[in-house]
């Protein structure tokens, strides 16, 4: 089972517990072997799946939207990254140079289009610029994969 991910970033601790929590469930319920976990590898729902399925004994295959990419991501996120693109088993690049919303929005294109299913941590809400949790659900529903949404009763992104 090859699965995608998506997701908000910058979540509470408590969402972000619940969260990785619901992620675990849906990596264990997949033999490992059969497990393939397609991330762009950002902080948030990005790296707690890679990790989850790095953990279960899952492959990790990561999807680089940009060339300079990790540069657009948190610097206290720099050591995750780099442990998990050191664990990859493949990587799949886009050939964009700039981390544009662009660049994300082809990123998790190329995501969709690896995956069986697409895991989407998502409140449901429109999103807040190009290339957002929202425009990917979108796109893997017109394209035909089933997306798995992941969001706790009761949780915000705010």
Known sequence: MRLGITGHRGLSPAVEAQVRAELAKLVDATAAEDLVGISCIADGPDAWFAQAVLQHGGRLEVVIPAAEYRESLPDWHYPVYDELMARAADVHHTGMLESTSQAHQAGSEIVVGLADQLIAVWDGQPARGYGG??????????????????????????
């Open 133 to 158: 949790t929202a425009d990917v659900v979108a796109y893997a529903r017109r394209v035909g994969v089933p997306v798995q949404i992941v969001w706790p009763e009761g949780a915000s992104r705010d």
